[in-house]
C-alpha cells in the first residue's frame, strides 16, 4: 500500500538520551539527516526549544511541518500551525514517528509530521523513570584574562537545570481498562 512506502523514521524516546540533547519531538525529529532547525539545542539546556523552534526539510518552510499525538493535530493558530502551545511529555510518548517524505493524502502539506505515540497500560503494572540535572561543572569556557582586558563581558553560564520525569501504567479492570499517567 501507499503508506507503506512512504519514507519515515521511527525514533525510539530513548534515542535522544543517548546524545546531548533535549528530551521533545523537535529535537528527536532534528535527529534525522537533511531536517533543519531554527533554534538547535544543544545540551537540552535551551528552554526556547519547549516550543520547538521551526523545522523543515528537502528546502521547505516551517509551514510545512505538523505536529500530532497519536494522529491528532496540536498545533495553534499561530502561522500556519507548525507550532503547538504545549510540549508533550516525553515519559507519556511511546515513539516519536517523523514522516519526511511522500506525505499521505490526508497530509495537507508534503512536509515533517511529527507524530507523537503514547504509552498506554497493560495487565501488569511497570513504570519508567527519566531523570537527569546539570550544572556549571558541565560547561566550558574559553574567557580568559585578555579577552576580559579587551572589554569581553563574562559569557553566560549555567547554573543548575534538571529534569524528573516518572511514569507508571497498569490495569484498572484486567483486560478490560488500563491506565498510564507521567509528570
Same mark, same amino acid.
Not at 61 to 76: Q, S, Y
Given at each position: 500500500?501507499?503508506?507503506?512506502?512512504?519514507?519515515?523514521?521511527?525514533?525510539? #524516546? #530513548?534515542?535522544?538520551?543517548? +546524545?546531548?540533547? /533535549?528530551?521533545?519531538? #523537535?529535537?528527536?525529529?532534528?535527529?534525522?539527516?537533511?531536517?533543519?532547525?531554527? *533554534?538547535?539545542?544543544?545540551?537540552?539546556?535551551?528552554?526556547?526549544?519547549?516550543?520547538?523552534?521551526?523545522?523543515?526539510?528537502? /528546502?521547505?518552510?516551517?509551514?510545512?511541518?505538523?505536529?500530532?499525538?497519536? /494522529?491528532?493535530?496540536?498545533?495553534?493558530?499561530?502561522?500556519?500551525?507548525? &507550532?503547538?502551545? @504545549?510540549?508533550? *511529555?516525553?515519559?507519556?510518548? #511511546?515513539?516519536?514517528?517523523?514522516?519526511?517524505? &511522500?506525505?499521505?493524502?490526508? &497530509?495537507?502539506?508534503?512536509?515533517?509530521?511529527?507524530? @507523537?505515540?503514547?504509552?498506554? /497500560?497493560? *495487565?501488569?503494572?511497570?513504570?519508567?523513570? +527519566?531523570?537527569?540535572?546539570?550544572?556549571?561543572?558541565?560547561?566550558? &569556557?574559553?574567557?580568559?584574562?585578555?579577552?576580559?582586558?579587551?572589554?569581553?563581558?563574562?559569557?553566560?553560564?549555567?547554573?543548575?537545570?534538571?529534569?524528573? *520525569?516518572?511514569?507508571?501504567?497498569?490495569?484498572?479492570?484486567?483486560?478490560?481498562?488500563? +491506565?498510564?499517567?507521567?509528570?
Amino acid at each position: 500500500d501507499i503508506q507503506s512506502a512512504t519514507p519515515h523514521a521511527v525514533i525510539d #524516546q #530513548q534515542l535522544p538520551t543517548a +546524545f546531548p540533547t /533535549g528530551r521533545t519531538p #523537535q529535537v528527536a525529529a532534528f535527529m534525522i539527516p537533511g531536517v533543519n532547525l531554527n *533554534n538547535v539545542d544543544v545540551g537540552g539546556t535551551n528552554i526556547i526549544n519547549t516550543t520547538g523552534g521551526s523545522l523543515s526539510i528537502h /528546502g521547505g518552510t516551517n509551514a510545512d511541518t505538523r505536529l500530532l499525538i497519536d /494522529g491528532v493535530t496540536i498545533a495553534n493558530a499561530e502561522g500556519t500551525g507548525w &507550532s503547538a502551545n @504545549m510540549l508533550p *511529555n516525553m515519559g507519556s510518548t #511511546q515513539e516519536v514517528a517523523v514522516d519526511y517524505s &511522500s506525505a499521505s493524502a490526508e &497530509s495537507i502539506t508534503g512536509g515533517l509530521q511529527i507524530n @507523537m505515540i503514547p504509552k498506554t /497500560g497493560g *495487565n501488569t503494572f511497570s513504570g519508567t523513570l +527519566f531523570a537527569t540535572a546539570v550544572n556549571s561543572s558541565f560547561e566550558g &569556557s574559553n574567557s580568559n584574562d585578555e579577552l576580559r582586558a579587551r572589554g569581553l563581558r563574562t559569557p553566560n553560564s549555567l547554573k543548575y537545570q534538571s529534569d524528573v *520525569n516518572p511514569g507508571l501504567g497498569g490495569p484498572l479492570i484486567l483486560d478490560r481498562l488500563w +491506565f498510564y499517567a507521567a509528570a
